[in-house]
Every structure is written in structure tokens, then in C-alpha cells.
């Protein structure tokens, strides 16, 4: 069965420094590969997405980066924080038809200070 | 633009009781989706609704869909108090590689 890992759980950052959430998917092989941000209480933003290993696409300008080194790895980076970053961060994947369910990570919790 | 919307926003009721919970989007759909989320968790997906079906079952959820009114309801039958999450509609309809726009949620709360 298919599995999909993030970590960490939570972090805590100071505004300036950088960031590395990774997302891991197993048991299945060339996933489409999304990353998500939360505000609280609100919706789902799509961040970036992939659709194989070095082709990311991204949805909005903004202070972050992705990158999928591997088939079933997602990374999602910044060189420096912002406040604004600051949110609830969700890896999901699907098997690459339109329409697909999306399985989702179980997130991580980001708190710029 | 985001796809889907949800109504209300937030929905409070006794356990027991039926929570109904609607959805309107936008443009023509293949499918839409719809994904639960405990407080702090990733989304779940519950149930899909193709364009050409009307109405879905799966235990206590049940799905429509009305594509002339571009909207979808999820009602929840006999609520518990483990129900309590907030409630997401995906629409198909998004730019790019299978994406889904999400709508903004419904907060249910199920008071025992």
C-alpha cells in the first residue's frame, strides 16, 4: 500500500533563516507530487507542483522553492523566512490522471517568529 | 480562481442530528471530490462524484451533484461526535498537471 511521509512535524523558525520540509511517498512510482499551504482556518494553496523527477511548476510568485531530486521526493525550500510564511504545509500525491484522488501527508506545522 | 466554495462556513449541531454541507464552483467538472480534515491532520479523501452521476452513497455520507447549478451537497447522517472536522470540496477543473482547487471549508462541529 501506498504511503506518504513529511517531516518534521512541526518547526519554529526565526524570520531570515532558511527552510527544508521534505515529503517521501512509497509504494508507488511516478506520482504527480503537490505542496500545499494552510493559513489557519482557511483553505488549501498550491504551492508547486511536479509531475516527474526536476520538473516543478509553480502556482504562485513567492518566497519559496521546490525541488524532487528523486521520483517519489518533494522538497520545499526557502534561503530566508518570511512572517508570511508562517502556516500548515501539506505534501500530497496522485497516480497522474486529471481528476485523481489526492492523498495527503499529514502536514507540518511552520511558525516563523 | 478558486473553484469550489463552501457553505456555511461553519455548522454546529447535536450528535445525532444530519449536517448538510454544500459546495458551488464555477466551471464545467469531470469530477468533484470531497475531503474531510481533523484539526492539525492532512485532508482524507471521502467520496467522488463523477459529472454524469447525480448521487452517491457510502455509509453515512451522501453525495450529490447538480451540474446545471454548478453545486454539490455532503450530507453526513446520524452525526457523531467524531464527525467533527472541517470538510473540504475538489474540483478537477484547475490548470496544470491533475490539479484540484479546494474550497475554502466547512467547520462542523458535533456536540455530544
Known amino acids: ?113 | 480562481s478558486q473553484q469550489g466554495e463552501e457553505d456555511p462556513q461553519a455548522l454546529s449541531i447535536q450528535e445525532g442530528e444530519n449536517a448538510t454541507m454544500n459546495c458551488s464552483y464555477k466551471t464545467s467538472i469531470n469530477n468533484l471530490q470531497w475531503y474531510r480534515q481533523n484539526s492539525g491532520r492532512g485532508l482524507v479523501h471521502l467520496i467522488l462524484i463523477r459529472s454524469n452521476e447525480r448521487e452517491k452513497h457510502s455509509g453515512r455520507l451522501r453525495v450529490t451533484l447538480d451540474t446545471s447549478k454548478k453545486s454539490s451537497s455532503l450530507l453526513i447522517t446520524a452525526s457523531r461526535a467524531a464527525d467533527t472536522a472541517s470538510y473540504f470540496c475538489a474540483t478537477d477543473a484547475g490548470t496544470g498537471a491533475n490539479n484540484l482547487f479546494f474550497g475554502t471549508g466547512t467547520r462542523l462541529t458535533v456536540i455530544p
Open chain 1, 1 to 113: 500500500s501506498q504511503t506518504i511521509h513529511q517531516w518534521p512535524a512541526t518547526l519554529v523558525q526565526p524570520v531570515g533563516s532558511p527552510l527544508s520540509l521534505e515529503c517521501t511517498v512509497e509504494g508507488t512510482s511516478n506520482p504527480n507530487l503537490y505542496w500545499y499551504r494552510q493559513a489557519a482556518g482557511r483553505g488549501l494553496q498550491l504551492l508547486f507542483y511536479s509531475v516527474g523527477i526536476g520538473q516543478i511548476s509553480s502556482e504562485v510568485p513567492q518566497n519559496l522553492s521546490a525541488s524532487r531530486p528523486q521520483d517519489r521526493q518533494f522538497i520545499l525550500s526557502s534561503k530566508k523566512l518570511l512572517l508570511s510564511d508562517s502556516g500548515f504545509y501539506l505534501c500530497a500525491w496522485t497516480r497522474g490522471n486529471k481528476g485523481d484522488t489526492q492523498y495527503f501527508g499529514p502536514g507540518t506545522r511552520l511558525t516563523v517568529l
